[in-house]
């Protein structure tokens, strides 16, 4: 049974920082990544990385501030958020799967999601 087990949100002051956590047991997956969901808004693309890539993919909105990695041997991603606003203010949800190159920011393109975790920036 694959689940994926997210930490790390928090509520912190504008400019501030936090690393996510999310931890995948029960298989192995194509690419692993970070979507957030704002109140009264769409699940958005934060963040992916593919197992064999070269480098992760961001979302415009984060790019420059948030960093993903990923330790295979773990079977874990780690989204260190720097420079935090106000904007940034979502649950946090960790995904796998085996997306192709074209839908990696897709979040229908990624079978399994964590329960998610709440990040809160205050201005």
């Known amino acids: 049974q694959v689940q994926l087990v997210e930490s790390g949100g928090s509520s912190v002051q504008a400019g501030g920082s936090l690393r996510l956590s999310c931890v995948a047991s029960?298989?192995?997956?194509?690419?692993m990544g970070w979507f957030r969901q704002a109140p009264g808004k769409e699940r958005e693309f934060v963040a992916t990385?593919?197992?064999?890539?070269?480098?992760?993919r961001y979302a415009d909105s984060v790019k420059g501030r948030f960093t993903l990695s990923r330790d295979n041997a773990k079977n874990t991603v780690y989204l260190q958020m720097n420079s935090l606003k106000p904007e940034d203010t979502a649950v946090y949800y960790c995904a796998a799967g085996s997306p192709i190159l074209s839908t990696m920011e897709r979040a229908a393109s990624y079978n399994y999601w964590g329960q998610g975790t709440q990040v809160t920036v205050s201005s």
């Open positions: 990385i593919l197992n064999f890539s070269s480098g992760p």
């Open positions: 029960g298989g192995n997956f194509r690419a």
